[in-house]
């Protein structure tokens, strides 16, 4: 059923350009973390970039809520992303003892 008699339940917006512009970032931001981490730069940028790819990553999931479809392989895909984000917390928090992402 489309036009107005089509139920507002199942007006999903189309958030696809949007999530894929957050996700590029994502990537963007773990991968320059990730070669920051190989070069053994544990400071305050990647702190900042470390923060800045879990805002990413906070609102790439935002979107996908928004979105209330079901959407296994983007949601697959932003675990996948969540722990690697985690792992390079992690290893920031363990090279760098009293460094705060918070």
């Known amino acids: 059923m489309t036009g107005p008699h089509r139920p507002?339940?199942?007006?999903?917006?189309?958030?696809?350009?949007e999530?894929?512009?957050?996700?590029?970032a994502l990537v963007?931001?773990?991968e320059d973390?990730?070669?920051?981490?190989?070069?053994?730069?544990?400071?305050t940028d990647l702190v900042e970039l470390l923060h800045h790819a879990r805002e990413l990553h906070d609102l790439a999931l935002q979107v996908l809520a928004d979105v209330h479809a079901p959407l296994?392989?983007?949601?697959?895909?932003a675990a996948v992303i969540g722990r690697r984000l985690?792992?390079?917390?992690?290893?920031?928090?363990?090279?760098?003892?009293?460094?705060?992402?918070?």
């Open 8 to 17: 507002n339940h199942l007006v999903v917006p189309d958030r696809t350009a």
């Open 19 to 24: 999530l894929a512009r957050i996700s590029g």
């Open 28 to 30: 963007k931001a773990i």
């Open 33 to 43: 973390a990730q070669a920051m981490a190989v070069r053994g730069e544990f400071g």
């Open 72 to 77: 296994a392989e983007p949601r697959d895909l």
């Open 86 to 102: 985690a792992e390079l917390e992690a290893e920031l928090a363990e090279r760098s003892p009293g460094r705060s992402l918070q």
